[in-house]
């Protein structure tokens, strides 16, 4: 079946610092992907998206390409702040608007 | 707009006793899901709705779980009688009927469980 997997956790960087969160996955056919993020005391929220190969999705200064060759979906951001503290979900849209998580990766950006 | 709302926030019950979680969506969203998601892990679906029509619940444990959606709108999940394994965050997400490929999720806070 689907599957998403996810570096671990915790993640600790320096304010200004490189993000990579790596993400990789597993499925029949070509799924969407996506990246969601939750903040303390909040619900998941929709980060980014792509729909297939080579597709790159960017919001807030993150970025994730579509690598079908590798079956990758590796999250980055060029400057993290301290408001990038979160837990930070890969998943993979199956048919009928269905979604598989991987486990989250918890990112702690300090000063 | 309003987001999915979701109560309670937190709820502790002892094991072999019954909880509801009730879940409101986004107005107009045909879609209601509803998520598990256990300490350490990414969230797991339950159930999925369109409309007050259950498209997926093979991940339900049917023998404890239930969950309705009987106008269309607002959602109950019941657990009876609950085991300590079901410590958990319950979310609820909602979306529009879209296509396959276009799945965004606005999903609630979330009712923390803990079964003691």
């Known amino acids: 079946g689907d599957s998403v997997t996810q570096m671990e956790g915790p993640v600790t960087l320096s304010e200004e610092a490189f993000l990579t969160i790596n993400c990789t996955y597993t499925?029949?056919?070509?799924?969407?992907l996506f990246w969601y993020v939750q903040y303390p005391g909040e619900g998941l929220q929709l980060l980014l998206k792509a729909t297939k190969a080579d597709d790159k999705g960017s919001n807030k200064g993150f970025e994730a390409t579509y690598r079908k060759e590798t079956t990758s979906f590796h999250l980055e951001k060029g400057s993290v702040q301290v408001s990038d503290s979160a837990v930070y979900f890969c998943a993979l849209g199956g048919g009928g608007n269905k979604l598989t998580f991987g486990t989250g990766t918890q990112l702690k950006v300090e000063l | 707009e309003a987001g999915v709302a979701q109560s309670p926030r937190y709820k502790i019950i002892e094991k072999r006793q019954s909880v509801a979680f009730w879940c409101n969506p986004i107005s107009g969203h045909a879609t209601l899901y509803w998520y598990q998601q256990i300490l350490g892990q990414g969230p797991k679906l339950l159930i999925q709705f369109q409309n007050n029509g259950v498209v997926d619940d093979s991940q339900l444990p049917k023998d404890r779980f239930s969950a309705e959606r009987l106008k269309g709108v607002d959602s109950t999940l019941k657990i009876q009688p609950a085991k300590l394994e079901d410590s958990a965050v319950y979310l609820c997400a909602s979306s529009l009927a879209q296509q396959a490929g276009d799945e965004k999720l606005f999903f609630g806070s979330g009712t923390q469980l803990s079964v003691l």
């Open positions: 499925a029949t056919g070509y799924p969407s």
